[in-house]
């Protein structure tokens, strides 16, 4: 098992800034994925980020050149720098831990909420 934690989200005005982390712990392998994902109310899941063990970054087209993702594998940590925030960037956001043989794990989940 592998448990998440998430930290940082919170209310912010639109062109403001917030950073989320997430602390992995448990049975954790060598190679995974972390990544952050979002929903907002009435609308699916949907993937923000993610970053491999290696370093490998990948991002939705919605926050390209906004956002930036980062892990510290020392820690198990994931990072989410949110820059130039819209109000279209309020949800529920995510952390995630992919690996092979043990599946998906999910963190509880961090209310972002920009203002306009």
């Known amino acids: 098992q592998v448990q998440l934690v998430e930290s940082g989200g919170g209310l912010v005005q639109a062109g403001g800034s917030l950073r989320l982390s997430c602390s992995a712990s448990?049975?954790?392998?060598?190679?995974?994925?972390m990544g952050w994902h979002r929903q907002a109310p009435g609308k699916q899941r949907e993937l923000v980020a993610a970053?491999?063990?290696?370093?490998?970054?990948t991002y939705a087209d919605s926050v390209k050149g906004r956002f930036t993702i980062s892990r510290d594998n020392s820690k198990n940590t994931v990072f989410l720098q949110m820059n130039s925030l819209k109000p279209e960037d309020t949800a529920v956001y995510y952390c995630?831990?992919?690996?092979?043989?043990?599946?998906?794990?999910w963190g509880q989940g961090a209310q972002v909420t920009v203002s306009s």
């Open positions: 448990g049975n954790i392998l060598r190679l995974n994925f």
């Open positions: 995630s831990l992919n690996q092979a043989g043990t599946g998906a794990f």
């Open positions: 970053v491999s063990s290696g370093g490998t970054t």
